[in-house]
C-alpha cells in the first residue's frame, strides 16, 4: 500500500496563491505517475496537472501558466503551485499515485489522498 498525505490547503483572497503538498509513504516502488485532481461541489473531478518519472508535465487548460507541479525525490513529495487564483479554482484537490504506468496512462495500481480544501473568494 501507498499512503498519500496532502496539505497546504486554504483560503485565500482572488489573485492570491498556495502551495500543495502530497507526501507519499509506505510501499512506494514502482511508483512512476504522480498527479493532481480536484472536484469542485456538483462537478465531476478533473485532472489538474500530471508529472512522471522523467520529470514531464502537464496540466489542464485552465490552470496553464498559473500553476505548476513539481517534485522532490528525495521526500517522496509533490508540490502545487498555485499562483493568480481564481474563485473558479475552489475545489478539494487530491494526490495521485499510479504505479507501473505505461505511455497510455494505464496503471497497475493507483492511489488517492484524503483531499485538501482549497476556496479562494474575498
Known amino acids: 500500500q501507498v499512503q498519500l498525505v496532502e496539505s497546504g490547503g486554504g483560503l485565500v483572497q482572488p489573485g492570491g496563491s498556495l502551495r500543495l503538498s502530497c507526501a507519499a509513504s509506505?510501499?512506494?516502488?514502482?511508483?512512476?505517475?504522480r498527479a493532481w485532481y480536484r472536484q469542485a461541489p456538483g462537478k465531476q473531478r478533473e485532472l489538474v496537472a500530471t508529472i512522471s518519472s522523467d520529470g514531464s508535465t502537464s496540466y489542464a487548460d485552465s490552470v496553464k501558466g498559473r500553476f505548476t507541479i513539481s517534485r522532490d525525490n528525495a521526500k517522496n513529495t509533490i508540490y502545487l503551485q498555485m499562483n493568480s487564483l481564481k474563485p473558479e479554482d475552489t475545489a478539494v484537490y487530491y494526490c495521485?499515485?499510479?504505479?507501473?504506468?505505461?505511455?497510455?496512462?494505464?496503471?497497475?495500481?493507483?492511489?488517492w489522498g484524503q483531499g485538501t480544501q482549497v476556496t479562494v473568494s474575498t
Open positions: 495521485y499515485a499510479g504505479k507501473y504506468c505505461d505511455g497510455r496512462g494505464y496503471c497497475t495500481s493507483t492511489y
Open positions: 509506505g510501499r512506494i516502488f514502482g511508483v512512476n505517475h
